[in-house]
């Protein structure tokens, strides 16, 4: 029995010995193709050499498509990470060449029988293509599984419009985060309001992002809606917030500054925080008209006072990249 024919036998073998005769019979093909030197079988977790069955797999791919296609779709079913591993890094390879090896991807990325990050970034590598095979993932019932198709889509506007707003009501957290990341990209006004709603999400994930994709789509209309996260419970929502009204720049300051007097500590010292990153504080420092730098340095306390002082001392500047500019020159 030559290589092909052990291969076409195998593929009627169910489960674990299947996978093992598989890995035999590709070395085998191997050597009677390659007389001039023995291929080793590693049979052990964590002795898998990539090398050796992948090419096996990709000439086979290219030879005999049929057989090839088979024989991946049934080893990513395998008990046997090795073989899945090996199954997929062949598809991987076939798929700039073979449509059917791009199904044969994302089919490992639906029944998540290998590393999901690892099948999606060959799936994303291989944009356009794949699109019109991800929409359907959305609506998988692994929550992992429609978590990385929103984020593939993010590649596709047209696709991503059509099935990712849905997403921002998903159940999982982890698909409504990867929603407003993916409606980031597009920018458009539904992306806004889907975000302005996610504000009070009850998952700290999902505000983080909210909070991002907020300013991002337009941070002058979404920074009123964003200065009482200053004051979320989490501290990631509170840096979220914080980094997302700083990128409004100055056209946060008017409704940041009232938050100085709000009876939430919380809140008044994440405004004296947004006021001195974007630099008004150094703007404001030896010509305090009104007060107004003695109430930031009241929320934003001491070391805020001691930071302002000792930018004053260097000649340094936040808010337009002159800090950083004169760091860089010293």
Avoid: F
């Avoid at 990128?247 to 500590?265: C, F, K, N, Q, W």
């Amino acid at each position: 029995m030559d290589g092909r024919t052990g291969l076409v036998v195998v593929c009627a073998v169910a489960g674990g010995a299947w996978a093992l005769l598989v890995l035999a019979l590709l070395v085998g093909r191997a050597r009677h193709r390659r007389r001039t030197r023995p291929l080793a079988i590693v049979t052990e977790v964590g002795e898998w050499k990539q090398p050796p069955v992948v090419t096996e797999l990709v000439d086979l791919g290219d030879t005999d498509e049929r057989t090839a296609e088979e024989l991946l779709n049934e080893s990513l079913r395998s008990d046997i990470p090795e073989l899945r591993t090996a199954s997929v890094t062949a598809l991987a390879s076939l798929a700039d060449r073979h449509d059917w090896a791009i199904d044969g991807l994302v089919e490992a990325l639906a029944e998540a029988s290998e590393n999901p990050v690892r099948v999606a970034g060959e799936l994303d590598r291989l944009a356009p293509r794949p699109g019109p095979r991800l929409a359907p993932l959305v609506a998988h019932p692994n929550p992992v599984v429609r978590a990385y198709a929103v984020r593939l889509l993010s590649r596709y506007p047209a696709l991503a419009e059509q099935h990712v707003p849905a997403c921002t009501s998903d159940p999982s957290p982890n698909v409504r985060g990867a929603a407003l990341e993916t409606l980031r990209a597009a920018g458009s006004p539904a992306a806004l309001r889907h975000a302005l709603r996610l504000l009070e999400d009850p998952h700290p994930q999902v505000r983080a992002q909210a909070c991002r994709t907020a300013a991002a789509v337009s941070g002058r209309a979404s920074a009123a809606y964003l200065v009482p996260l200053l004051a979320d419970t989490s501290w990631w929502v509170r840096e979220a917030a914080r980094e997302a009204l700083v990128t409004a720049g100055h056209h946060a300051r008017i409704v940041v500054e009232p938050a100085l007097e709000s009876h939430d500590p919380a809140l008044r010292s994440g405004a004296a925080l947004v006021l001195q990153d974007i630099g008004h504080v150094d703007a404001l420092v030896g010509d305090d008209e009104g007060g107004r730098l003695e109430r930031i340095y009241g929320a934003g306390g001491r070391r805020l006072r001691g930071a302002a002082a000792e930018r004053a001392r260097r000649g340094l500047v936040l808010g337009d990249g002159g800090a950083l500019e004169a760091e860089a020159a010293s």
